[in-house]
C-alpha cells in the first residue's frame, strides 16, 4: 500500500471543493479515461481584480489524483490569475506534506490543469492544445517533450524512472525510454554549459540604471526568447521605465489568445527571478 | 471494526490447525531431517507424511512425484528450466498473456537469451481458444505452460484439453495452479499433466512454501543446485515448519473443498448478483461458467480501484484491483487488457476472493458499504453520472 501523508488521505476522505462552476469563468480539462486519470477544474474569477472567486474540480483517478485536485483548488482560492499562474507541482505535493515519488504525476495535473483554465480565462479553449514543433514521445500516455523537458527543470530530474514518476511517460509499453534518456541528457549537458548566474539576491540589489537595463536586456534573450522561439514566436524590448517593462510580441505570438498568460507567467516572472521582484511587464501598444 | 478480508487469491489465513501443527517444529523439534539420530530423523518421516498429503490432494500416483519448494514463483521458475534443460534442442515455449508475472516475467527473460515464445490470446471471457494452441506448436516446442487458473479473474482454463493436445504430441505440459489447488478438485492420475506448481499461503498454510509435482517418468534437472535433499531434486535444508503446515492445509483443504464448491460458491455469488443490481454501470470480468468458486472481479465503470480499496478499508473490508495505481505500475492489469475490458470499466475494477473463513455477515458489510462507496467515487469523477 502506498505511503501516504495524513493530509493526503484526509484530502482524499474528505475532498474540499467537489464539482463544477456553473457558467464557470474558467475551465481546465487534462488527462482521460484512457490514461488513467483525468481532471477538470472550473474557476470563478473576479474579472476586474483577477481574484480567483472559486475553484471546483472533478476528478477521475486515484486517492492521491483527487486529493491533489482537491489541495489546488484551496490553495488557488483568493489567489489573483497572475499569483495563480505561478504555482507549481512541487506547492501542491508541498501543500499536501509531499506524495510518494511514484505519485508525483498527480501533482504535475493539477499544475497542468490550472494552466489550462488560466489560458482559458484569456480565451484559449479549455482542452490542451499541441503548439508548434512539440513531438509527442510517449505514444501510452501521450506526453510531449515540452512537458518532459520542463519537468526535467522544475524538479530537478535526473533518471528515467523520476521522468516516468512525474509525467507517466515510459511507464506504459517503456518503448520510449531511450528518448527520454536522450531529452535528460540534452537538457542537462546543456545546463553545465550554461554560464552561471550572479546570485539573485545580488542582482537585485544596488544596479545602476545601466546595469539594469543590460541585465534586463540579458535575461530576455537567455531565458525568454529561445522558449518563444521554440514555439514559433519571438518578442522584442520596445521601452523600460523605472519598474515597467514594455515588450512587443512577433511571430506566432501575434494574435496568440495566450499572449497575455504568456507576458506574466514567462516574461514577468523570470525577469522578476533574475532581476527584481518589482517588475511589471506590459505589452507595449 | 471486524476485518472483512476478501483477498484470499492474494494470500490467505494461516488455518489454526496448520499452526498447531507446525509448532513442535519451530520449537522442540528443531532437528535436521537429514541426521542420522532419531531426533532428526524422526522428522524426516514427518516431512513425508506432509508430501503424502500433498500427493492426495493433488490425486498424484506417488508421494516422490512431490517436490518441497519455498514459492509457487520457485515452483514455476524450477519447471520451465529445468524442462528447457532437459531438452537442449528445443527453443519454443507455448503460454498465455494472462500468466502470472512468476511464468511471465521469466518468459521475458528466455526471449533475450534466444527462446522463442508464443503467447496465447484470450477472449472478452478470459477464455483460450485451443485452435490456437494447437497451430502454436511446432517440432521447436520444449513447453507448454498454462495455468489452472487465473488468479485475477477466477477464469479457469480447460486443463484436461490442453493436457491432451501436449500429451499426443508428446510436449511437456506445465501447469501454475497455485490459484486452483484447494478450491476445484483435481486427480492427477486422469489429467495428463507432468508438471503443476502450488503454493502453500494461497491454501491456509503459511508464506515461504511451496510444492512442485513432476510426473514420474518426466525428465528432470534441479533449479536450486546443492545437497541431497527432496531425492537431489531441490538442494536446500527442508523448510521443515512450512511443509508440516503445507501438509496439514492440504489434508484440510481435501476435507472442506465441497463446502468450497457449495457454501463458498453461494456467497460469491450473493455478493456478486447484489453488486451488480444495486451499482449501475457494472459488469463481472471474466466467464462466469468456468470460474474458481471464490472469485469475483467486478468492474465499476467511471471511477479508479485504488480509491475504492481505500474507501472499503476504511470500513474494514480488504480486498484488491487491477486498476493502474494499485499494481504500483502506470498501466492497468495485464489480464483485464488481454481480455480487451472496455477502457471506462479498466481502471475501476474490484477482485474479491473469498475463502472458507468467510461468512454471511462479511458479505453483507460489503453489500452494505460498496454502492455508497462508488456513489461518492463517480459524483468526484468527471465522467460520473
Same mark, same amino acid.
Given at each position: 500500500?502506498?505511503?501516504? *501523508?495524513?493530509?493526503?488521505?484526509?484530502?482524499?476522505?474528505?475532498?474540499?471543493?467537489?464539482?463544477?462552476?456553473?457558467?464557470?469563468?474558467?475551465?481546465?480539462?487534462?488527462?482521460?479515461?484512457?490514461?488513467?486519470?483525468? !481532471?477538470?477544474?472550473?474557476?470563478?474569477?473576479?474579472?476586474?481584480?483577477?481574484?480567483?472567486?472559486?475553484?471546483?474540480?472533478?476528478?477521475?483517478?486515484?486517492?492521491?489524483?483527487?486529493?491533489?485536485?482537491?489541495?489546488?483548488?484551496?490553495?488557488?482560492?483568493?489567489?489573483?490569475?497572475?499569483?495563480?499562474?505561478?504555482?507549481?507541482?512541487?506547492?501542491?505535493?508541498?501543500?499536501?506534506?509531499?506524495?510518494?515519488?511514484?505519485?508525483?504525476?498527480?501533482?504535475?495535473?493539477?499544475?497542468?490543469?490550472?494552466?489550462?483554465?488560466?489560458?482559458?480565462?484569456?480565451?484559449?479553449?479549455?482542452?490542451?492544445?499541441?503548439?508548434?514543433?512539440?513531438?509527442?514521445?510517449?505514444?501510452?500516455?501521450?506526453?510531449?517533450?515540452?512537458?518532459?523537458?520542463?519537468?526535467?527543470?522544475?524538479?530537478?530530474?535526473?533518471?528515467?524512472?523520476?521522468?516516468?514518476?512525474?509525467?507517466?511517460?515510459?511507464?506504459?509499453?517503456?518503448?520510449?525510454?531511450?528518448?527520454?534518456?536522450?531529452?535528460?541528457?540534452?537538457?542537462?549537458?546543456?545546463?553545465?554549459?550554461? &554560464?552561471?548566474?550572479?546570485?539573485?539576491?545580488?542582482?537585485?540589489?544596488? #544596479?545602476?540604471?545601466?546595469?539594469? +537595463?543590460?541585465?534586463?536586456?540579458? *535575461?530576455?534573450?537567455?531565458?525568454?526568447?529561445?522558449?518563444?522561439?521554440?514555439?514559433?514566436?519571438?518578442?522584442?524590448?520596445?521601452?523600460?521605465?523605472?519598474?515597467?517593462? =514594455?515588450?512587443?510580441?512577433?511571430?506566432?505570438?501575434?494574435?496568440?489568445?495566450? *499572449?497575455? @498568460?504568456?507576458?506574466?507567467?514567462?516574461?514577468?516572472?523570470?525577469?522578476?527571478?533574475? +532581476?527584481?521582484?518589482?517588475?511589471?511587464?506590459?505589452?507595449?501598444? | 471494526?471486524?476485518?472483512?478480508?476478501?483477498?484470499?487469491?492474494?494470500?490467505?489465513?494461516?488455518? %489454526?490447525?496448520? =499452526?498447531?501443527?507446525?509448532?513442535?517444529?519451530?520449537?522442540?523439534?528443531?532437528?535436521? %531431517?537429514?541426521?542420522?539420530?532419531?531426533?532428526?530423523?524422526?522428522?524426516?518421516?514427518?516431512?513425508?507424511?506432509?508430501?503424502?498429503?500433498?500427493?492426495?490432494?493433488?490425486?498424484?500416483?506417488?508421494?516422490?512425484?512431490?517436490?518441497?519448494?519455498?514459492?509457487?514463483?520457485?515452483?514455476?521458475?524450477?519447471?520451465?528450466?529445468?524442462?528447457?534443460?532437459?531438452?537442449?534442442?528445443?527453443?519454443?515455449?507455448?503460454?498465455?498473456?494472462?500468466?502470472?508475472?512468476?511464468?511471465?516475467?521469466?518468459?521475458?527473460?528466455?526471449?533475450?537469451?534466444?527462446?522463442?515464445?508464443? =503467447?496465447?490470446?484470450?477472449?472478452?471471457?478470459? !477464455?483460450?481458444? !485451443?485452435?490456437?494452441?494447437?497451430?502454436?506448436?511446432?517440432?521447436?516446442?520444449?513447453?507448454?505452460?498454462?495455468?489452472?487458473?487465473?488468479?485475477?479473474?477466477?477464469?479457469?482454463?480447460? @486443463?484436461?484439453?490442453?493436457?491432451?493436445?501436449?500429451?499426443?504430441?508428446?510436449?511437456?505440459?506445465?501447469?501454475?495452479?497455485?490459484?486452483?489447488?484447494? &478450491?476445484?478438485?483435481?486427480?492427477?492420475?486422469?489429467?495428463?499433466?507432468?508438471?503443476?506448481?502450488?503454493?502453500?499461503?494461497?491454501?491456509?498454510?503459511?508464506?515461504?512454501?511451496?510444492?512442485?509435482?513432476?510426473?514420474?517418468?518426466?525428465?528432470?534437472?534441479?533449479?536450486?543446485?546443492?545437497?541431497?535433499?527432496?531425492?537431489?531434486?531441490?538442494?536446500?535444508?527442508?523448510?521443515?515448519?512450512?511443509?508440516?503446515?503445507?501438509?496439514?492445509?492440504?489434508?484440510?483443504?481435501?476435507?472442506?473443498?465441497?463446502?468450497?464448491?457449495?457454501?463458498?460458491?453461494?456467497?460469491?455469488?450473493?455478493?456478486?448478483?447484489? #453488486?451488480?443490481?444495486?451499482?449501475?454501470?457494472?459488469?463481472?470480468?471474466?466467464?462466469?461458467?468456468?470460474?474458481?468458486?471464490?472469485?469475483?472481479?467486478?468492474?465499476?465503470?467511471?471511477?479508479?480501484?485504488?480509491?475504492?480499496?481505500?474507501?472499503?478499508?476504511?470500513?474494514?473490508?480488504?480486498?484488491?484491483?487491477?486498476?493502474?495505481?494499485?499494481?504500483?505500475?502506470? *498501466?492497468?492489469?495485464?489480464?483485464?487488457?488481454?481480455?480487451?475490458?472496455?477502457?471506462?470499466?479498466?481502471?475501476?475494477?474490484?477482485?474479491?476472493?473469498?475463502?472458507? =473463513?468467510?461468512?454471511?455477515?462479511? @458479505?453483507?458489510?460489503?453489500?452494505?458499504? #460498496?454502492?455508497? +462507496?462508488?456513489?461518492?467515487?463517480?459524483?468526484?469523477?468527471?465522467?460520473?453520472?
Amino acid at each position: 500500500m502506498w505511503d501516504y *501523508t495524513d493530509k493526503v488521505k484526509e484530502f482524499f476522505k474528505n475532498p474540499r471543493n467537489v464539482g463544477e462552476i456553473e457558467n464557470a469563468d474558467a475551465v481546465g480539462e487534462v488527462g482521460s479515461i484512457i490514461c488513467g486519470d483525468a !481532471l477538470r477544474l472550473s474557476l470563478r474569477i473576479d474579472k476586474a481584480t483577477g481574484k480567483i472567486l472559486d475553484a471546483k474540480f472533478k476528478t477521475f483517478g486515484c486517492a492521491s489524483a483527487i486529493a491533489s485536485s482537491s489541495a489546488l483548488t484551496e490553495m488557488i482560492k483568493g489567489m489573483t490569475i497572475e499569483q495563480a499562474s505561478r504555482v507549481t507541482n512541487k506547492d501542491i505535493a508541498d501543500y499536501l506534506g509531499g506524495l510518494p515519488e511514484e505519485k508525483m504525476h498527480c501533482s504535475v495535473m493539477g499544475m497542468e490543469a490550472l494552466e489550462v483554465a488560466i489560458a482559458n480565462y484569456h480565451g484559449a479553449p479549455l482542452k490542451k492544445e499541441m503548439v508548434g514543433e512539440e513531438k509527442i514521445i510517449c505514444k501510452c500516455f501521450s506526453v510531449t517533450d515540452k512537458k518532459i523537458i520542463r519537468a526535467i527543470k522544475e524538479n530537478n530530474l535526473r533518471t528515467v524512472e523520476e521522468v516516468t514518476n512525474y509525467t507517466k511517460a515510459g511507464g506504459g509499453c517503456g518503448k520510449c525510454k531511450p528518448e527520454i534518456d536522450k531529452l535528460l541528457k540534452e537538457f542537462w549537458d546543456k545546463e553545465s554549459t550554461k &554560464k552561471p548566474m550572479p546570485p539573485k539576491e545580488t542582482a537585485k540589489k544596488g #544596479l545602476t540604471n545601466l546595469q539594469r +537595463i543590460s541585465l534586463i536586456q540579458e *535575461t530576455i534573450e537567455r531565458e525568454i526568447r529561445p522558449q518563444l522561439k521554440a514555439d514559433g514566436g519571438d518578442l522584442e524590448l520596445v521601452d523600460i521605465d523605472r519598474n515597467k517593462v =514594455y515588450v512587443k510580441f512577433l511571430g506566432t505570438c501575434l494574435g496568440c489568445p495566450a *499572449t497575455g @498568460i504568456t507576458l506574466k507567467a514567462l516574461v514577468e516572472s523570470k525577469l522578476r527571478e533574475f +532581476i527584481d521582484e518589482n517588475i511589471v511587464v506590459e505589452e507595449a501598444k | 471494526m471486524k476485518l472483512v478480508y476478501t483477498d484470499n487469491n492474494a494470500t490467505t489465513m494461516i488455518a %489454526p490447525q496448520v =499452526y498447531e501443527a507446525m509448532r513442535p517444529f519451530l520449537t522442540e523439534q528443531y532437528g535436521n %531431517p537429514s541426521s542420522m539420530y532419531f531426533f532428526g530423523g524422526q522428522i524426516r518421516h514427518d516431512i513425508e507424511r506432509a508430501r503424502e498429503n500433498v500427493a492426495k490432494l493433488l490425486g498424484a500416483s506417488e508421494p516422490s512425484e512431490i517436490i518441497f519448494t519455498s514459492c509457487g514463483t520457485e515452483s514455476d521458475n524450477t519447471a520451465i528450466m529445468s524442462t528447457l534443460r532437459s531438452n537442449p534442442e528445443k527453443r519454443h515455449i507455448i503460454t498465455t498473456k494472462v500468466e502470472h508475472p512468476a511464468i511471465l516475467s521469466l518468459c521475458k527473460y528466455l526471449e533475450t537469451v534466444g527462446y522463442r515464445i508464443t =503467447y496465447l490470446n484470450v477472449d472478452n471471457e478470459g !477464455l483460450l481458444d !485451443l485452435e490456437e494452441l494447437k497451430s502454436a506448436i511446432d517440432h521447436d516446442t520444449a513447453l507448454i505452460s498454462i495455468m489452472y487458473a487465473n488468479n485475477e479473474t477466477g477464469v479457469i482454463f480447460p @486443463i484436461e484439453e490442453i493436457a491432451e493436445i501436449a500429451r499426443v504430441r508428446g510436449i511437456v505440459f506445465h501447469t501454475d495452479a497455485v490459484q486452483a489447488v484447494g &478450491k476445484v478438485p483435481i486427480k492427477l492420475t486422469e489429467l495428463p499433466v507432468d508438471l503443476l506448481s502450488l503454493s502453500g499461503h494461497k491454501l491456509h498454510a503459511p508464506k515461504g512454501v511451496g510444492a512442485l509435482y513432476v510426473r514420474r517418468g518426466t525428465k528432470f534437472s534441479p533449479f536450486l543446485i546443492g545437497g541431497h535433499q527432496e531425492a537431489g531434486r531441490r538442494g536446500g535444508t527442508e523448510n521443515v515448519a512450512s511443509i508440516i503446515g503445507l501438509g496439514v492445509a492440504c489434508g484440510l483443504a481435501e476435507k472442506n473443498i465441497n463446502e468450497e464448491n457449495t457454501r463458498v460458491k453461494n456467497l460469491r455469488d450473493t455478493l456478486e448478483n447484489a #453488486l451488480l443490481t444495486k451499482i449501475t454501470n457494472s459488469r463481472v470480468n471474466g466467464s462466469r461458467q468456468f470460474r474458481l468458486p471464490n472469485t469475483t472481479n467486478i468492474s465499476f465503470e467511471f471511477i479508479e480501484g485504488e480509491a475504492i480499496l481505500l474507501l472499503l478499508d476504511e470500513k474494514g473490508i480488504a480486498a484488491s484491483s487491477g486498476s493502474a495505481c494499485t499494481s504500483g505500475s502506470l *498501466t492497468p492489469s495485464h489480464v483485464l487488457r488481454a481480455m480487451g475490458v472496455l477502457f471506462t470499466y479498466l481502471q475501476g475494477s474490484v477482485r474479491f476472493s473469498l475463502s472458507r =473463513y468467510n461468512d454471511e455477515s462479511d @458479505i453483507s458489510q460489503i453489500i452494505e458499504h #460498496l454502492p455508497v +462507496i462508488v456513489k461518492r467515487l463517480r459524483e468526484i469523477s468527471p465522467y460520473g453520472k
